[in-house]
């Protein structure tokens, strides 16, 4: 699947370039930062709203994507669908099949969760802000997960994989490069470097359905189900996005049994996927080790 150049020239002007772009991002919301003397999310929540707080968030991820544009086909010499899938054209409907399954799955183990812990959670809804949370974050949530499924399931993954020819190998840094990405999100410095691990987790877990399944497509459908159904069932004042969800907690708190459950709900999802698009599995771990 991999296609393209990855040289070490041309993956550190890549990896330069994007940071440059993810900066020019930021310096809107770093200068009201920086103007008003606000330095934690809720409080910009506060000043900005949540509407124009997500705008500003995810205007980095706009310059990286359309950075992006450019360095796919000149530094890499690839293309939009080499970084996509190895298909011959995109599937909308394995996008549709990630999202959907997990989706399902968080619901479920939301519920259960609820139930276990009824104390921890107290309701938080008003239709009509958690309405246009929800447009809003429907427009804007898929440009951000399309970014970091471009970079670290297309870029880090196949940059890997041309390097080392080892699956293994490249699932494993793509991984950690995913989880390191998130170490300066406020609930990693809430709660210690210990979500981390959470987040490489589901690095690996994303970059092996991307390799067996040779494209992004199911690995976008999970992951933005992952970020919208998680936005908008629970907020905390220790999140990133601070949105106006059904449900308030008073911080995140992965335990036992949420690790578990996040355990159990992974290894449904690879197994009816695995099932539905018969990944032969074995096979190509031993072709590419």
């Known amino acids: 699947w991999s296609q393209g150049r990855y040289g070490f020239s ?33 409080a910009l929540n506060d000043l900005l709203g949540f509407e124009g707080l997500l705008m500003l968030q995810v205007l980095p991820f706009v310059t ?14 690839s293309t939009w669908k080499h970084w ?18 997990w989706s399902i799955l968080l619901l479920f183990f939301f519920g259960v969760d609820l ?29 951000q997960v399309l970014v970091e499924e471009l970079i670290f399931r297309s870029f880090a993954l196949q940059g890997f994989m041309a390097a080392s020819r080892s699956a293994i190998v490249s699932i494993v840094f793509s991984a950690c490069l995913f ?11 809430e709660h210690g470097p210990l979500l981390l691990v959470v987040y490489a987790l589901m690095g690996v877990f994303l970059s092996v359905i ?3 399944d040779q494209g992004i497509e199911l690995a976008f459908g999970f992951h933005l189900a992952n970020n919208l159904i998680n936005a908008v069932l629970v907020t905390s004042n220790d999140l990133v996005f601070q949105v106006p969800a059904i449900f308030r907690t008073k911080a995140l708190t992965m335990d036992i049994s949420s690790s578990l459950m996040l355990l159990v709900g992974l290894a449904l999802f690879f197994t009816i996927a695995h099932r539905r ?9 031993k072709k590419y080790r």
């Open 64 to 77: 990286v994507l359309g950075t992006l544009f450019f360095l796919i086909p000149k530094v890499h010499a």
């Open 115 to 143: 139930l276990l812990n009824p104390t921890a959670f107290e309701w938080n809804f008003e239709a009509w802000p958690f309405i246009k949370a929800l447009l809003l974050l429907a427009v804007l949530l898929p440009i």
């Open 277 to 285: 698009y018969r990944w032969q599995t074995i096979a190509i771990f």
């Open 84 to 101: 996509l899938h190895a298909r011959e054209k995109l599937d909308f409907r394995r996008i549709l099949d990630g999202f959907m399954l």
């Open 210 to 212: 991307t390799f067996l």
């Open 179 to 189: 989880g390191a990405m998130h170490a300066g999100n406020p609930e990693v410095q």
């Open 10 to 42: 041309r993956v550190i002007i890549t990896i330069l370039l994007m940071i440059i772009a993810f900066i020019a991002g930021n310096l809107p919301l770093l200068w009201i930062m920086e103007s008003r003397k606000v330095n934690s999310i809720p």
